[in-house]
């Protein structure tokens, strides 16, 4: 069975502050792990994704998350946060070689303040 | 491209009646769709997966004859919530994925319909 844990259901930063959410994982086989974020009354979209190629992996807006086996995590970061990265995001793992089922995370509500 | 729609964007009904949601892939064929339910301020879940022209795989606890789903054709799914109660309120995510589901492919996410069931 696949899981995903995301420490912390909201997360505060400052504008121009570095933003860092939490994502840990578990998978009996390499998995595929994704971030997406989700605004109010929104569907999801695709920030980044990590499928077996490079460990850093650079997605939209900035962000960008570092795959770490040994840790078992794939933490979202950006340098410097935007008032217009306010929003949920969501850590999501599936298993390779199997239906591109995707087990969310809790979530994570990012807050970004003047 | 890889734009997927969803309608209603929201719905409000009457306890015991039946709620139809669709879900379109606006410009590729989706071989396979997913519906997912979100409660306020909580995680997506799996309610089941498509193939089209097959019938739906749900996930555990899903009730299959509450929650009829049907693909079929390449670009649009419904989910039909039937008898629905206040409980079934909630808002539900469609994705659609290019590929069969028998290995990775990116799931593109519709916006989402929010169902009240008054």
């Known amino acids: 069975a696949q899981s995903v844990t995301q420490l912390g259901s909201h997360v505060s930063v400052s504008e121009g502050a570095l933003v860092l959410l939490r994502c840990n994982y578990s998978s009996s086989v390499p998995p595929y792990l994704f971030w997406y974020v989700q605004y109010p009354n929104q569907g999801l979209q695709l920030l980044l994704k990590?499928?077996?190629?490079?460990?850093l992996v650079k997605g939209i807006n900035g962000f960008e998350a570092e795959f770490k086996k040994s840790e078992t995590s794939f933490h979202l970061t950006k340098p410097s946060a935007h008032m217009s990265d306010a929003a949920e995001y969501f850590c999501a793992v599936s298993h390779t070689g199997t239906a591109s089922k995707l087990t969310f995370g809790t979530g994570t509500r990012l807050q970004v303040t003047l | 491209g890889a734009v997927v729609s969803q309608h209603p964007s929201w719905v409000i009904c009457k306890s015991g009646t039946s709620v139809k949601i669709e879900c379109r892939s606006l410009d590729f064929q989706a071989t396979t769709m997913f519906w997912y339910r979100q409660f306020p301020k909580q995680s997506l879940m799996l309610m089941a997966t498509?193939?089209?022209?097959?019938?739906?795989?749900?996930e555990q606890g899903v009730e299959k004859d509450k929650f009829l789903i049907n693909h079929a054709s390449l670009t649009l799914s419904t989910l039909t919530v039937t008898s629905a109660h206040p409980e079934d309120s909630s808002f539900y995510i469609c994705?659609?994925?290019?590929?069969?589901?028998?290995?990775?492919?990116?799931?593109?996410f519709g916006p989402g319909t929010r169902l009240t069931v008054l």
């Open positions: 498509s193939n089209e022209g097959s019938k739906a795989t749900y």
């Open positions: 990590y499928t077996s190629a490079a460990t």
């Open positions: 994705s659609a994925s290019r590929a069969a589901a028998s290995s990775y492919n990116e799931q593109f």
